[in-house]
């Protein structure tokens, strides 16, 4: 079993919809991840949290804008999404610093109409 | 900029074989190196974790290497089974986790 939690697992949305992916360790982590990943591709880094504060932003359009709560929570709104977003959607955690080892979720497959 | 290649992209195998993927960075500087098991929908598990200072680890029948001079990393997976089919990348740490393409392994009966 794995120890990041995703929530949904499957969302299927409009592109007029606003909708949320949720994401949730208690490893006592400090650092959290979001990836987008593509149909045979590896996992591309979206946004990362360090002690709750958003650290990296790797260019994502502003339809995406993640939050986090709380050092177990990680939120990824979603609003107003092209087909082209559709993708699996991958959280993870880690101990802070950039050379710590990764846990994943097992991601939300998301599918634009 | 760190760039991490995994040779065969895709890999058929008949069952009991052992075989050997291969994970190639640019930049011997790592601290670590991780090998992922991904089947298809999911997740990434973390098989293995090479500190810099190690030259392999084990679990179970796979067996990973580092050599950072020469910048490859090669997991040895022991008499393969159906149930090893999935994707295997390898990804090196620095200010984001670097992935590798990923080798997609068809281990058939």
């Known amino acids: 079993d794995t120890e990041v939690t995703q929530t949904p697992k499957h969302l299927v949305m409009g592109m007029t919809n606003k909708k949320s992916l949720k994401c949730e360790q208690h490893?006592?982590?400090?650092?959290m991840y979001w990836y987008k990943q593509k149909a045979k591709k590896p996992p591309e880094l979206m946004f990362v949290y360090s002690y709750e504060k958003l650290s990296i932003n790797e260019s994502v359009p502003s339809r995406f804008s993640p939050e986090c709560p709380n050092s177990s929570l990680l939120n990824l709104h979603l609003h107003a999404l092209q087909p082209e977003d559709s993708a699996l959607y991958l959280c993870?955690?880690?101990?802070?610093?950039?050379?710590?080892?990764?846990?994943f979720g097992d991601g939300t497959r998301l599918s634009i109409l | 900029k760190q760039e991490v290649t995994q040779i065969p992209a895709a890999l058929s195998v008949p069952e009991g074989e052992n075989l050997v993927l291969n994970c190639s960075f640019t930049?011997?500087?790592?601290?670590?190196l991780q090998w992922f098991r991904q089947d298809p929908g999911k997740g990434l598990t973390s098989l293995l974790l090479?500190?810099?200072?190690?030259r392999e680890q084990t679990s179970g029948r796979l067996n990973a290497s580092l050599d950072k001079s020469s910048g490859r990393s090669t997991l040895y997976i022991a008499a393969s089974q159906p149930g090893d089919s999935a994707t295997y990348l390898c990804a090196v740490p620095g200010n984001m986790l670097t992935f590798g393409g990923g080798t997609r392994l068809m281990v058939k009966p």
């Open positions: 090479i500190q810099s200072s190690q």
């Open positions: 930049d011997s500087a790592i601290y670590n």
């Open positions: 993870a955690s880690s101990l802070p610093g950039g050379y710590q080892p990764q846990h």
């Open positions: 490893m006592g982590h400090r650092a």
